[in-house]
């Protein structure tokens, strides 16, 4: 399936659940919490899995809120994963309810999974989460690198708190032989203040990493991939230099509203979804727009933040 731009959509990114257990800074003050019947049943997940396999589709990325937080997960991604057409699927989570799902999940056919972690400081854990429980997350980050083919550490950089850390994020990356992936701080739920005062360009995370360690460039697709010694580290630049050009994924929320970007509005709500409107989904998804992002534009060159205060210079 592809778009007009010859995008080559095949990845479908599901939100389960509004519901998450972390208030985190950037993000919890925008969550108005759903009625219950206005959430996607599981049934009605697959039943647009499978439609969706039709255009396409063969990865599956299931996220939240906080998507464990959902009770019976592991039924949604048994069902998902026997489906023939589908590849790939892996789930998104910060963590907390892992210890108790790790077997189940990976039984369940989950291959790959991405941490959610933005601080190896217990104060500054808790002051980004609401939550005092570093501890328990980090062993369950040990435990899911010895359980998955595939873990990735996701670490939002946040300027004011967390991009001294780096080194930290480095070490611990290598003990337990997982992957890094630094995320832009996005100002996705209307919190350009914070966002002005924490925004850092992935070129400035890159330029840190590389006065402790040499890493070099082996990919680039919508994230940047570099490798150094026992060490794999990605960036995710939605905002310093943008993907659009890249981009190979449809969005779905928990109310099923399916958005074409992150940043787009949605086009159409599939919770009554039949196969009537098969042609129309196909219509709004071959005639995307080449970027929804309102931020694209944006010149990091001229947009003054003081970086290098944090670094002590």
């Not at 789930?91 to 999974?113: D, S, Y």
């Not at 994230?223 to 994924?249: A, H, M, T």
Request: glycine share 4%; proline share 3%; with cysteine.
């Amino acid at each position: 399936m592809r778009d007009k731009f010859g995008r080559e959509i095949d990845t479908l990114r599901i939100s389960v659940t509004d519901r998450c257990n972390f208030s985190c800074l950037y993000c919890s003050k925008e969550f108005n919490k759903i009625e219950k019947e206005k959430i996607l049943s599981y049934e009605e997940i697959i039943n647009i899995v499978k439609v969706f396999t039709k255009l396409g589709i063969k990865k599956i990325k299931l996220t939240g809120g906080e998507p464990l937080i959902r009770e019976n997960i592991t039924y949604l991604i048994k069902e998902i994963s026997n489906l023939p057409e589908i590849e790939d699927i892996s789930l998104t989570t910060n963590g907390f309810f892992l210890f108790e799902n790790v077997e189940k999940i990976k039984e369940a056919g989950i291959k790959r999974i991405n941490i959610s972690l933005d601080t190896l400081d217990e104060k500054k854990f808790a002051r980004i989460t609401g939550f005092k429980h570093l501890d328990r997350i980090k062993r369950v980050v040990e435990e899911s690198c010895k359980t998955f083919s595939s873990v990735k550490l996701n670490v939002v950089i946040i300027k004011n708190i967390n991009l001294d850390e780096i080194e930290d994020f480095l070490n611990f990356a290598r003990e337990n032989k997982m992957i890094l992936k630094f995320i832009e701080l996005m100002p996705v739920y209307k919190n350009l203040s914070f966002w002005k005062e924490n925004f850092v360009p992935y070129k400035v995370v890159k330029n840190i990493i590389e006065s402790f360690v040499s890493i070099f460039k082996i990919e680039e697709r919508r994230i940047k991939v570099y490798k150094g010694e026992n060490l794999i580290v990605e960036f995710v630049s939605p905002v310093s230099e943008p993907f659009c050009g890249k981009c190979d994924r449809l969005r779905i929320d928990c109310k099923g509203d399916l958005f074409l970007c992150l940043y787009g509005k949605p086009v159409l709500n599939l919770k009554k979804f039949n196969e009537e409107i098969l042609n129309l989904i196909q219509f709004y998804i071959f005639n995307r727009e080449y970027s929804f992002n309102p931020f694209a534009q944006i010149s990091v060159k001229n947009y003054r933040f003081p970086v290098m205060n944090c670094l002590g210079g």
